[in-house]
């Protein structure tokens, strides 16, 4: 069963424009979430975290926004550039078992210019 | 700056193969992670380990065994490849509350 699902396998955008990347999750007992994004032939970098004790963080161009009681967080970059091109990977976990990361399946985000 | 290294990009090898995956970090992390990554699957927690010596099971161990005998170094080992471990092997590190540092993964394959 798929705890953390990222329902849209791909999402393509135009430059300049915002790119929404959405996650779902099941687990109430979520409390910390993380996105990673990911090029061909590397490994996944970590982009942004959020807590449950928030709803929203935000780092430059990129926020993420959580819905408690939804189970929903999103991902929001504006302005979208091509160098975003890659797949985002939402994750979760229970804080104080962070070692614990469940992964979505991931959303390949195409930025064309 | 972080560094976690995979001894090999590709990897090809026979059915019933004891097979070696090689991680190093050399960030003196305490926490290394080994996961695989299959399409429509995303990453999957294979196990991780806390502690020189020490491991645990992550959500799909079977079929997989890990070895941490220096705090820098994480071995992941198949003892009897099957074709359905060909697949992307992620490591990942890191120190206390702070994100998983990944390496470039080893993309196996299983003949």
């Known amino acids: 069963d798929q705890q953390v699902k990222q329902n849209s396998p791909s999402l393509s955008v135009q430059e300049g424009r915002i790119s929404i990347l959405n996650c779902d999750y099941t687990?109430?007992?979520?409390?910390?979430f993380l996105w990673y994004k990911k090029y061909p032939a590397e490994g996944p970098t970590f982009l942004i975290s959020?807590?449950?004790?928030?709803d929203k963080n935000e780092d430059g161009r990129f926020t993420v926004f959580l819905n408690k009681s939804a189970k929903h967080l999103s991902l929001h970059i504006v302005p979208s550039q091509p160098g975003d091109s890659a797949v985002y990977f939402c994750?979760?976990?229970?804080?104080?078992?962070?070692?614990?990361?469940?992964f979505g399946t991931g959303t390949r985000l195409q930025v064309f210019p | 700056d972080v560094k976690v290294t995979q001894s090999s990009r590709y990897l090809v090898k026979r059915t019933g193969e004891k097979v070696f995956l090689e991680c190093v970090q050399d960030?003196?992390?305490?926490?290394m992670f080994w996961y695989r990554q299959d399409p429509g699957l995303g990453l999957r927690l294979i196990y991780f380990?806390?502690?020189?010596?020490?491991?645990e099971k992550g959500d799909i161990p079977e079929g997989y065994s890990v070895s941490r005998e220096k705090k820098e170094r994480f071995s992941l080992i198949l003892e009897s490849a099957s074709t359905n471990q060909t697949s992307m092997y992620l490591c990942?590190?890191?120190?206390?509350?702070?994100?998983?540092?990944f390496g470039d993964g080893t993309r196996l394959s299983i003949l």
């Open positions: 959020i807590s449950s004790i928030k």
């Open positions: 990942a590190s890191r120190q206390g509350s702070q994100p998983q540092h």
């Open positions: 687990n109430s007992m979520f409390d910390y």
């Open positions: 960030m003196d992390h305490e926490n």
């Open positions: 380990s806390y502690d020189v010596k020490m491991k």
């Open positions: 994750a979760a976990s229970v804080w104080g078992n962070t070692d614990k990361l469940i």
